[in-house]
């Protein structure tokens, strides 16, 4: 690291992080005309240079050595899943280490996503109340952390609406569990088994509609006036959430928002910049700026109004730690706010029901992970009745997204004697043309925030800098296993509609894993709530502590449903905190008494 120091003029904003959170508040303020700076710790990335067929048609460098993603030698989180035990670094993207992987540059972990989308319904905004109020606290585990959004699902609509046209989500709607829905693109052209689920759900009374996505359907030009080209469904980005658009039809913040704030004029965009403070005044009580290391390794420092931490999940737990912003969680006091009750979104291996449908499909080389299924929202949240279960919620049920993946992704294969030689070379031939598929479904139920989980800062491993990374303390729940079990009849009942064989239910024992990764998808942690006791944020996205300082993200939930996979309702979180930044800039102070 060098010695220097480098003191920028100030700024009305300083956005940390430039991917789904940052880039529409980076849009929304300099379009607005305030002055912003952008800090993101990786580059900007061309998806007509960058990732040109050329340059990314390379699926050992993508997929396993994850060439776009972010460097785990630059930092790092710990695992563990009680205080009893020594949480351990994880130092590989690895599919048996660490499957899911973070971003790295402009668009973040947007710019490979699978662009899998869907609004949170009315229900999962108010989850505790609505429950507690129908079944009573016992429903509950004794733990439980749970607690509603402060803002209601009518509140979030606006915001909800700003985002989808950022990103022009193809889709139609989510009726009737979230009405109003009109997405600004059309549906993906449906699969024949998404049309054989879809038939089957709907004769027995159910209500699928068109998975939405953010890999768009057609060309599109969104409210910033930038313009983007449709999904061309070569199949490319279909593998597992690893790989990039070539055409720029994932929807990420590189090619949705973060264009209209450079074309603004009022917006300075700082790249390999690594932020590792907040800045605050003498009270504590205010951010000053924020410092972090140039790519040469000098010292900047950023003085602003307001800060937006937009950084992913525990990383943004983490910086706020760091910076003294916020009364770390204690798990025996049970006390403090930051860092409290955080939940994986991705979920360990619980019931299923599988089946054998009988029908030829061609899986070379189509569409988007995103694309051609349907969802039933029937047998999610409080839309069945719940009197005398033993569990929250349910789960959102979907199938028939496109089975294409380019030409073979990676081939893994055990060696043997079947396994190499012309007889094993023709089979493979025709792997793209199978006349049989396997139909799997599960009803993973949602996590239920618990008082014995948290992130603190680890005493004994640091970041590239020095500095302690973020330790989480985290398991899951026994809700998601008994949702699973319960809806298991209904399951079988939809396969066997689609003219499924052979369906049975292949049960998975209560509690019988644990988690020894971190998710892409985690809630909680630093939660928007109606109480500074318990929340980070009010529900303008202010921090309760430091009152210039805004956040969104998932994170940022103080309950994560398992409806959507969690980007969109975040997504319409970060317009809701850019509409606080310039409430909070036209009259300083607390927005919230």
Known sequence: ?????????????????????????????????????????????????????????????????????????????????????????????????????????????GTHYGGVMGRYSPWSYKPYSETVNKYGESVLPANHDMEDFPVSYEDMVPYYEKWEKAMGISGTNQDPFVPGVKYPTPAHPSSPYGDVFQGAAESLGYHPYPQPSALISQA?????????????????????????????????????????????????????????????????????????????????????????????????????????????????????SLGRAPTLGDGPAVTSVSGTLNMTVNTYSSGNQAGGGFVMLDLADDNFDHKGQNFVGGASISYGNYLGAGPNMVTAFNASKTTWGSAWKKGLKDMKLPTKLTVSFSATGPEIPTKDQYVSLDPHYNDIYGDPVARITINWGANRWRVADALAPKLQEIQTKMGCTDVKVNKVAELSSKPDLWAAHVRNGARTGSKPE??????????????????????????????????????AMAYLAADGIQKYLKSPGPLVS
């Open 1 to 109: 690291m060098s010695s220097n120091v480098i003191t920028h003029p100030p700024a009305d904003v300083v956005v940390l992080g430039l991917g789904h959170m940052g880039g529409p508040v980076a849009a929304e303020l300099s379009t607005a005309g305030y002055k912003v700076v952008g800090i993101e710790k990786g580059p900007y990335w061309d998806y007509a240079t960058d990732w040109a067929p050329s340059n990314i048609h390379d699926e050992w460098a993508i997929m396993l050595e994850r060439k776009f993603d972010h460097p785990l030698h630059l930092s790092t989180f710990t695992v563990r899943n009680d205080r009893d035990q020594v949480a351990l670094p994880v130092r590989r993207y690895t599919k048996l280490a660490q499957y899911q992987a973070l971003g790295h540059g402009v668009g973040g972990a």
């Open 220 to 336: 599109y030009t969104n409210q910033y006036g930038i313009a983007r080209n449709g999904c061309i469904y070569c199949g490319w980005c279909s593998g597992r959430c690893n790989f990039p658009c070539e055409t720029g039809a994932k929807g990420s913040s590189h090619v949705t928002t973060v264009p209209a704030a450079m074309k603004s004029g009022n917006f300075d965009l700082r790249l390999h910049s690594y932020v590792y403070r907040i800045d605050l005044d003498a009270s504590g009580k205010k951010a000053t700026g924020v410092r972090y290391y140039d790519a040469q390794g000098n010292i900047n420092i950023q003085p602003a109004k307001t800060v937006f931490n937009g950084i992913w999940g525990f990383n943004l737990v983490r910086l706020m730690l760091l910076s003294g912003i916020g009364k770390p969680y204690d798990p025996v006091t049970i006390s403090g």
């Open 534 to 571: 318990t929340s980070a944020f009010n529900k303008w996205m202010q921090s309760w502590d430091v009152e210039n300082m805004f956040a969104a993200g998932e994170i940022c939930y103080p309950f994560g449903d398992n409806i959507s996979p969690g980007t969109h309702p975040a997504g």
